[in-house]
């Protein structure tokens, strides 16, 4: 068993790393034309004032799910410290 662990964690690392190839970057430059990106910008204002009426966007989602996250990732790292403890003895 002790063998195929790091092979694990090597398939694992670069699962995730695949994944994150898919993910769409951002860029600082747009990619439509003047006119339309006008256009879109005309359509967006009432959206973009009432953001700037109420003082900003609504956060309160991402913080409690950030703190779950990071709860759970502390529980599985206090998990596999006790693992490790039990299987030393």
Request: some cysteine; charged content about 15%; aromatic content about 6%.
């Amino acid at each position: 068993m002790t063998t195929r662990r790091p092979l694990l964690t090597a398939v694992a690392a670069g699962t995730v790393l695949c994944a994150l190839w898919f993910v769409p970057t951002a860029h600082a430059t747009p990619e439509r034309p003047e006119k339309q990106q006008d256009a879109l910008a005309a359509a967006a204002a009432p959206a973009a004032q009432e953001l700037a009426a109420s003082g900003g966007v609504d956060t309160t989602p991402y913080v409690f799910g950030g703190i779950a996250f990071v709860a759970a990732g502390g529980a599985l790292v206090t998990g596999a410290a006790r693992r490790s403890r039990g299987a030393a003895r």
